[in-house]
Protein backbone atom coordinates (compact mmCIF):
# COMPACT_ATOMS: atom_id res chain seq x y z
CA UNK A 1 0.00 0.00 0.00
CA UNK A 2 1.20 3.40 -0.88
CA UNK A 3 -0.20 6.70 -0.01
CA UNK A 4 0.82 9.92 -1.76
CA UNK A 5 0.36 13.51 -1.14
CA UNK A 6 0.86 15.92 -3.60
CA UNK A 7 1.87 19.72 -2.34
CA UNK A 8 3.28 22.67 -3.80
CA UNK A 9 0.32 24.34 -6.09
CA UNK A 10 -0.75 27.52 -6.01
CA UNK A 11 -1.17 30.68 -7.86
CA UNK A 12 1.74 32.08 -10.49
CA UNK A 13 1.92 34.39 -13.68
CA UNK A 14 2.83 33.26 -17.06
CA UNK A 15 6.51 32.62 -17.40
CA UNK A 16 6.84 31.72 -13.91
CA UNK A 17 7.83 28.55 -11.58
CA UNK A 18 6.68 26.20 -9.26
CA UNK A 19 7.81 22.76 -7.99
CA UNK A 20 5.61 20.26 -7.07
CA UNK A 21 6.21 17.74 -4.53
CA UNK A 22 4.48 14.23 -4.12
CA UNK A 23 5.52 12.59 -0.60
CA UNK A 24 4.77 8.84 -0.76
CA UNK A 25 4.48 6.44 2.40
CA UNK A 26 5.45 2.76 2.51
CA UNK A 27 8.90 1.09 2.75
CA UNK A 28 8.74 -0.23 -1.03
CA UNK A 29 8.28 3.64 -2.28
CA UNK A 30 11.84 3.08 -4.42
CA UNK A 31 10.02 0.17 -6.63
CA UNK A 32 7.34 2.29 -8.09
CA UNK A 33 7.14 4.15 -10.81
CA UNK A 34 5.81 7.15 -10.60
CA UNK A 35 3.95 10.06 -12.66
CA UNK A 36 2.01 12.97 -12.64
CA UNK A 37 -1.42 13.82 -14.24
CA UNK A 38 -3.10 17.07 -14.49
CA UNK A 39 -6.82 17.40 -15.30
CA UNK A 40 -8.31 20.82 -16.20
CA UNK A 41 -12.23 21.67 -15.89
CA UNK A 42 -13.98 19.85 -18.31
CA UNK A 43 -11.52 17.96 -19.99
CA UNK A 44 -9.57 14.15 -19.67
CA UNK A 45 -7.00 13.50 -16.91
CA UNK A 46 -3.54 14.09 -19.24
CA UNK A 47 -0.06 12.05 -18.73
CA UNK A 48 2.25 14.89 -17.68
CA UNK A 49 5.73 13.02 -16.51
CA UNK A 50 6.99 9.84 -15.01
CA UNK A 51 9.82 8.60 -13.81
CA UNK A 52 10.68 5.10 -13.65
CA UNK A 53 11.53 2.77 -10.22
CA UNK A 54 15.03 3.28 -11.11
CA UNK A 55 15.42 7.28 -11.74
CA UNK A 56 17.74 6.12 -14.62
CA UNK A 57 14.44 7.38 -16.98
CA UNK A 58 11.57 9.91 -17.51
CA UNK A 59 8.99 10.27 -19.53
CA UNK A 60 6.80 13.28 -20.77
CA UNK A 61 4.16 15.04 -22.74
CA UNK A 62 4.03 16.58 -25.64
CA UNK A 63 2.83 19.76 -24.35
CA UNK A 64 5.59 20.05 -21.12
CA UNK A 65 8.92 18.83 -22.93
CA UNK A 66 11.33 21.11 -22.31
CA UNK A 67 9.79 23.24 -19.84
CA UNK A 68 9.09 20.70 -16.85
CA UNK A 69 11.41 18.15 -15.08
CA UNK A 70 10.41 15.38 -12.78
CA UNK A 71 13.24 13.87 -9.80
CA UNK A 72 12.57 11.73 -7.60
CA UNK A 73 14.96 11.18 -4.03
CA UNK A 74 14.03 8.07 -2.69
CA UNK A 75 15.53 8.76 0.98
CA UNK A 76 13.02 11.16 1.24
CA UNK A 77 10.22 9.07 -0.24
CA UNK A 78 9.42 12.01 -2.75
CA UNK A 79 9.48 13.02 -6.41
CA UNK A 80 9.60 16.43 -7.52
CA UNK A 81 7.98 18.11 -11.12
CA UNK A 82 9.73 21.42 -11.43
CA UNK A 83 7.46 23.30 -14.45
CA UNK A 84 8.98 26.70 -15.46
CA UNK A 85 7.70 28.67 -18.18
CA UNK A 86 4.35 28.73 -17.03
CA UNK A 87 1.33 28.73 -19.44
CA UNK A 88 -2.09 29.88 -18.77
CA UNK A 89 -2.73 26.20 -20.40
CA UNK A 90 -1.18 25.18 -17.96
CA UNK A 91 -3.86 25.42 -15.35
CA UNK A 92 -5.20 22.42 -13.43
CA UNK A 93 -5.46 19.95 -10.98
CA UNK A 94 -2.08 17.78 -10.70
CA UNK A 95 -2.25 14.33 -9.63
CA UNK A 96 1.12 11.99 -8.88
CA UNK A 97 0.70 8.34 -9.47
CA UNK A 98 2.90 5.76 -7.87
CA UNK A 99 2.47 1.96 -10.32
CA UNK A 100 4.62 -1.24 -11.09
CA UNK A 101 3.90 -1.62 -14.54
CA UNK A 102 7.77 -1.62 -16.48
CA UNK A 103 6.55 -1.38 -19.71
CA UNK A 104 3.78 2.26 -19.63
CA UNK A 105 3.99 5.47 -18.05
CA UNK A 106 1.89 7.21 -19.95
CA UNK A 107 -1.29 5.70 -19.05
CA UNK A 108 -3.56 6.17 -16.21
CA UNK A 109 -4.30 2.53 -16.20
CA UNK A 110 -0.46 1.62 -15.44
CA UNK A 111 -0.98 3.40 -11.81
CA UNK A 112 -2.31 2.00 -8.70
CA UNK A 113 -2.33 4.30 -6.30
CA UNK A 114 -3.05 8.20 -6.75
CA UNK A 115 -3.03 11.69 -4.35
CA UNK A 116 -5.30 13.94 -3.78
CA UNK A 117 -4.24 16.40 -5.94
CA UNK A 118 -3.02 20.29 -5.84
CA UNK A 119 -4.56 22.93 -7.86
CA UNK A 120 -2.13 24.74 -10.61
CA UNK A 121 -3.30 28.37 -11.31
CA UNK A 122 -1.38 30.27 -14.17
CA UNK A 123 -2.45 33.95 -14.88
CA UNK A 124 -2.04 35.97 -17.46
Known amino acids: QVQLVESGGGLVQAGGSLRLSCAAS????????VGWFRQAPGKEREFVAAVSWSGRNTYYGDSVKGRFAISRDDAKNTVYLQMNSLKPGDTAVYYC?????????????????WGQGTQVTVSS
Open 26 to 33: GRTFSSYN
Open 97 to 113: AAGTDRLRFGVRSAYDY
